[in-house]
């Protein structure tokens, strides 16, 4: 059965550092998005992209954070300057021909800020 | 706010009891999907249930949706040691775009 893939599984970087998460979504998907989830808290969504733009973002998709489509199977978020406070578990999902289809959902990628 | 809160926040059952979660949400929806998490683990959709369905079965759970009430709820039936997870509902937002978790509820099946 297809689904969502994510890299790396766990990421330990420094304050400040760049960093680039890493998701395959489901291949005949078109609907791409992005959630954090910290740790004992509830999911929260960041931001879903379609037809290679974004369609919606929360509050919490500031500046620091980017999405991009690279190469027509990744789907990358990038966070430009990692703060402690952006360590949580970032999930990728991706929904089929309608934004209203069943969202798959990643294993998760662990960012941890020291 | 458009998001779900589950109650109960934890339920503790034996197995082979039935466990009922329920999702209360805001504003319209278009759907509400439920997922499962194990601990530290990612989400796995379960269900989907539209604005204009009632109830919806998948194997031993069973979904219902009351739009006039805004809610929603999910039963296990003859609950296993294996369903010990957390679930969470998710109503997505007027454009459906983006979907709004709410808190979850933590179910402990007792072997």
């Known amino acids: 059965e297809p689904e969502v893939t994510q890299t790396p599984s766990h990421q330990v970087t420094q304050m400040g550092q760049e960093v680039i998460l890493r998701c395959v979504p489901i291949?005949?998907?078109?609907?791409f998005y992005w959630y954090r989830q910290i740790l004992g808290q509830k999911v929260e969504f960041l931001v879903s992209f379609y037809n290679n733009e974004i369609s919606e973002k929360s509050e919490i998709f500031d500046d620091q954070f980017s999405v991009e489509r690279p190469d027509g199977s990744n789907f990358t978020l990038k966070i430009r300057s990692t703060k402690l406070e952006d360590s949580a578990m970032y999930f990728c999902?991706?929904?089929?021909?309608?934004?209203?289809?069943?969202?798959?959902f990643g294993p998760g990628t662990r960012l941890t800020v020291l | 706010s458009q998001q779900g809160e589950e109650d109960p926040q934890a339920l503790s059952i034996q197995e082979g009891e039935n466990a009922t979660m329920n999702c209360s949400y805001k504003t319209s929806i278009n759907n509400l999907q439920w997922y499962r998490q194990n601990s530290g683990r990612g989400l796995v959709h379960l269900i989907l249930i539209r604005s204009n369905e009632r109830e919806k079965h998948s194997g031993r759970l069973r979904v219902t949706l009351d739009t006039s009430k805004k809610s929603s709820s999910l039963l296990i039936t003859a609950s296993r040691a294996a369903d010990t997870a957390s679930y969470f509902c998710?109503?997505?937002?007027?454009?459906?775009?983006?979907?709004?978790f709410g808190t979850g509820t933590s179910l402990t099946v007792i072997p």
């Open positions: 999902a991706s929904s089929g021909r309608r934004s209203t289809d069943t969202q798959y």
């Open positions: 291949s005949n998907h078109l609907y």
């Open positions: 998710a109503t997505d937002s007027n454009t459906g775009n983006q979907f709004y």
